[in-house]
């Protein structure tokens, strides 16, 4: 075990369970906080969390389940997974404040962290949807609306983290998928950059997930990164 954790939730996307456990044994020794998505949720529940939680050493919980719903839904949900105490739980930001609001006062001991803007998608995937201008607009507006409805962390990518830290200050946690080692595929990301820069840009928790969990050694591609963002 290191002594200091790198701040990395490494994504555990797998697609059973035994998987998930043998990535969370890997790379807990290395990194603070272990993220559980929809992919494994969805097939084993609060079992699979609580398993994956105790092979990588009690890591933080990050659960990613993207909760989108008219309030009561939300708190509800949020309501069913305060069991598992997760450090983090997101939501959709695009949910609006009365939805994010319901969630952090469903589930006070945990930070309700809003998703701005997927990182997987582009300018033109935005214009599509109708969110014309640069991401960067979206991003911001979304996050300034997330804090004031009691969130207390937001997920944007790397690009956008500094002009986001500007926005809402040192006390919100801000948290960035789309990170990718200098040379990795981006897979379906498009808005990226290195950790190194994340880091520097002011981002607090840096999601990583194929990176590490594709790579034939998983345990030695998280002491790695770990590693460089120690300097
Ligand atoms: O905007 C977002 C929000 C969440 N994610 C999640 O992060 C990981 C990224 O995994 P990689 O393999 O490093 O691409 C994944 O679990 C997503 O669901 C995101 O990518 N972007």
């Known amino acids: 075990m290191t002594a200091t954790p790198a701040p990395i939730a490494v994504a555990l996307d797998a697609p059973d369970l035994a998987t998930a456990v043998g990535w969370a044994e890997a790379v807990g020794p290395y990194v603070s906080t272990v993220k559980v998505g929809l992919e494994l ?10 398993r994956v939680r ?66 997987s998608l582009s300018e033109a995937d935005l214009d599509a949807v109708g969110l014309a201008g640069p991401a960067l607009d979206a991003v911001r507006r979304l996050a300034v609306l997330s804090v004031e409805a009691g969130a207390r962390a937001l997920v944007c990518s790397p ?12 006390d919100i946690h801000l948290v960035t998928p789309g990170v990718r080692p200098a040379g990795a595929a981006l897979g379906d990301q498009t808005r990226v950059a ?3 820069q994340a ?10 997930g194929r990176p590490v969990t594709a790579a034939a050694d998983p345990g030695a591609a ?6 460089a963002l120690a300097g």
């Open 41 to 50: 949720y969805l097939a084993h529940g609060h079992d699979a969390v609580r």
């Open 54 to 119: 105790g092979a990588s050493g009690g890591r933080d919980l990050f659960l990613d389940l993207k909760l989108h719903d008219i309030p009561n839904t939300v708190a509800g949900a949020a309501r069913s997974v305060a069991d598992l105490a997760p450090a983090y739980l997101t939501v959709h930001a695009s949910g609006g404040t009365a939805m994010i609001r319901a969630a952090a006062e469903a589930l006070p001991q945990t930070r309700i962290t809003a998703v701005t803007v997927l990182t």
């Open 159 to 170: 690009r956008e983290v500094a002009a986001v830290r500007a926005a809402v200050g040192p």
């Open 194 to 196: 290195t950790p190194e």
């Open 199 to 208: 880091l520097a840009d002011g981002a607090d928790l840096l999601v990583i």
């Open 222 to 227: 998280a002491a790695a990164i770990a590693a």
